[in-house]
């Protein structure tokens, strides 16, 4: 007996020493990825974004009413933009004074930074450029990575992400201090393993030029798929769904979006209206997180969006779902 328990004792010593090693290691791993410095380009746009030449000298406007026109267009369209197509406030709250992505043990507490001009907002000395590596390639002005899923944004036009920012520093200041991202036993195995994956890291380019301008909100296929860049993060690039690289472990598969079998091939537009409008699949059943998240958003999408999203996702290549 007395052998059988020093048996026992030395074994679970012997876990404990794995175990620490492990979480050391874990740890260390996951702080060197987080602390390490990515390069991307400085690229700038004007905030507002100008008044088309021809529009200026058909209204007979002054540098002064332009200006101030150019200005009134972006706030509206800023506006819309992060009230419908990008879904800013899901992470950042609704009055963008900070929000929360995960709060969970063992995973961490990852929090959306508060992005006005109050206390604690962390967007007072950012730059264009700055908004752009963070916004579109995933990256802090320091050129560390961050926890933010540039992978949707990739398709973002200079003018769209110049109303953004014309949109953002034109809210109210919210006095908020975030904290930090704080990564649990099990947020430093995901990142040390590489389970979860910093967009930073899915971008194959940081060096690579922007689109000026988004394509004419018309229904066509060229302006539905820009609209879905943002649906890449969760569904993947071919938009075949599977596991959501990187997301809450407690996520269900993203569903596959082409026509295929596994996916939208016996859907109609109601059936895609729904989903997208009420998180209801053609069944009635109700659709899980992340996607409900998306329904708030989605109901301040115009018809032509929606059309527009439609004929790209009946357009693209039938595939089986993914990863």
């Known amino acids: 007996m007395r052998r059988f328990l020093r048996v026992v004792a030395v074994g679970g010593v012997g ?60 706030l509206e369209r800023g506006r819309h933009l992060v009230e419908a197509r ?7 709250g609704s009055d963008f004074g900070g929000g929360v992505m995960v709060d969970a043990f063992p995973i961490g507490q990852l929090l959306g930074p508060n992005l006005t001009s109050g206390r604690g907002g962390v967007t007072a000395s950012y730059t264009t450029a700055d908004w752009d590596r963070i916004i579109r390639h995933g990256i802090l002005p320091g050129g560390r990575p961050a926890v933010m899923p540039s992978e949707d944004f990739l398709l973002m036009s200079d003018q769209e992400l110049s109303d953004i920012i014309a949109y953002i520093r034109s809210l109210p200041p919210v006095d908020n201090e975030v904290p930090p991202i704080r990564l649990g036993p099990l947020g430093k195995l995901l990142v040390a393993s590489g389970e979860f994956v910093f967009s930073a890291d899915l971008i194959d380019a940081h060096d690579a030029p922007h689109a000026e301008l988004p394509p004419p909100a018309e229904v066509s ?17 071919d938009l075949a769904g599977g596991k959501i690289a990187g997301g809450d472990p407690g996520w269900v598969a993203a569903a596959n979006l082409t026509p295929h079998a596994d996916g939208l091939r016996d859907w109609s537009y109601e059936d895609f209206l729904r989903a997208m409008l009420e998180s209801r699949r053609p069944d009635g059943s109700e659709i899980r997180e992340p996607m409900s998240f998306v329904a708030p958003f989605a109901q301040n999408m115009t018809e032509v969006e929606m059309e527009a999203i439609w004929t790209y996702l009946r357009s693209i290549e039938a595939r089986p779902t993914g990863r």
């Open 15 to 74: 876990l404990l020493l794995l175990g620490a090693g492990f979480y050391t290691w874990a740890s260390a791993t996951s702080s060197r990825s987080l602390a390490r410095s990515i390069d991307s380009h400085a690229w700038e746009v004007p905030v507002p974004y100008p008044l088309e030449a021809g529009e200026v000298e058909a209204r007979g406007l002054t540098s002064g009413e332009a200006e101030a026109e150019a200005l009134a267009q972006a």
């Open 86 to 92: 990008y879904a800013c406030g899901e992470c950042h």
């Open 221 to 237: 296929v060229a302006f539905g798929r820009h609209l879905s860049g943002v649906c890449t993060g969760c569904h993947a690039m």
